[in-house]
Nanobody, 125 residues
Framework: QVQLVESGGGLVQAGGSLRLSCAAS????????MGWFRQVPGKEREFVAA????????YYAYSVKGRFIISRDNAKNTVYLQMNSLNPEDTAVYYC??????????????????WGQGTQVTVSS
């Protein structure tokens, strides 16, 4: 059973950067895509970024493309989200997601079956 633990959240001023980490307790039996989603209270969980099992392909929400970089280190069972040029609209709880099955959909939260507890990112103006 895979446990995902996010870290790296915090308070940062607009224009600043944060690096989120998501560590898996163990390498998934089936190592497929992982992603990051974010959620503001009262709103739906929003796709942020995803990365294939190999790390060769990445996917980004338009709102973060060019600012955020997702990467993974399979040897460490860890996925990262480097967030640059943060703005207050990026404020949310960020969740790491993983799945143990193959899917062509990287954007939908329903296509992931493991989730971390979330880490708060707050961007002040």
């Amino acid at each position: 059973q895979v446990q995902l633990v996010e870290s790296g959240g915090g308070l940062v001023q607009a224009g600043g950067s944060l690096r989120l980490s998501c560590a898996a307790s163990a390498r998934p039996v089936n190592n497929y895509a992982m992603g990051w989603f974010r959620q503001v209270p009262g709103k739906e969980r929003e796709f942020v970024a995803a990365i294939t099992s190999s790390g060769l392909n990445t996917y980004y929400a338009y709102s973060v493309k060019g600012r955020f970089i997702i990467s993974r280190d399979n040897a460490k069972n860890t996925v990262y989200l480097q967030m640059n040029s943060l703005n207050p609209e990026d404020t949310a709880v960020y969740y790491c997601a993983a799945r143990t099955f193959s899917s062509g959909d990287y954007y939908s939260y329903s296509e992931y079956n493991y989730w971390g507890q979330g880490t708060q990112v707050t961007v002040s103006s």
